[in-house]
């Protein structure tokens, strides 16, 4: 199931990705009353399957932090 394909250039214009692209998942994460995080999959044809690493091009790291576990 595909919850987001465009019919055009969207895609490829806002999020910079093939626009024939697919998002077939999607989760919103919320940081207790603060920030909202979108993270979601994007599958398209032909599609490089190597992850990068933090330091090439298209790279990604996120961190938080927290004082308590409690």
Known sequence: MTLYAADDDWMAENLGVDPRAEVPRICMIRVGNG?????FECSAHPQART???NSDIGGHHLALCRRSAE
């Open 51 to 53: 992850p990068p690493r």
């Open 35 to 39: 920030p909202a995080f979108e993270v």
